[in-house]
Nanobody, 124 residues
């Protein structure tokens, strides 16, 4: 079992930066591919970014590419999502997730573990 707890969300103005964190605990959490997803009100959950277990490979959704950076610190069992130039359309609940293997990164059902989410609200 892997437990994931997100933090760092909040209410911010458009254009600013925000850093989300995900604390992982449990069995061999550092061996999992980690991903970030988000779900806006009335919309389906969507993929944001993923990082391989050693941090060597990263993959981003087109909607955030160039504005977001995913990173991880396996010594601290944390994964972060740095978001710059936030837009109102980035408003959503952001979820951290873990899966085995670096494939099907955008497939929600491919992830084995999920956090409870952290709310990000961007005002215009």
């Amino acid at each position: 079992q892997v437990q994931l707890v997100e933090s760092g969300g909040g209410l911010v103005q458009a254009g600013v930066s925000l850093r989300l964190s995900c604390a992982a605990s449990g069995r061999a959490s550092s061996t999992y591919t980690m991903g970030w997803f988000r779900q806006a009100p009335g919309k389906e959950r969507e993929f944001v970014a993923a990082i391989s277990r050693n941090g060597a490979f990263r993959y981003y959704a087109e909607s955030v590419k160039g504005r977001c950076t995913i990173s991880r610190d396996n010594a601290k069992n944390t994964v972060s999502l740095q978001m710059n130039g936030l837009k109102p359309e980035d408003t959503a609940v952001y979820y951290c997730a873990a899966k085995s293997g670096f494939s099907e990164l955008g497939v929600i059902n491919a992830y084995d573990y999920w956090g409870q989410g952290t709310q990000v609200t961007v005002s215009s």
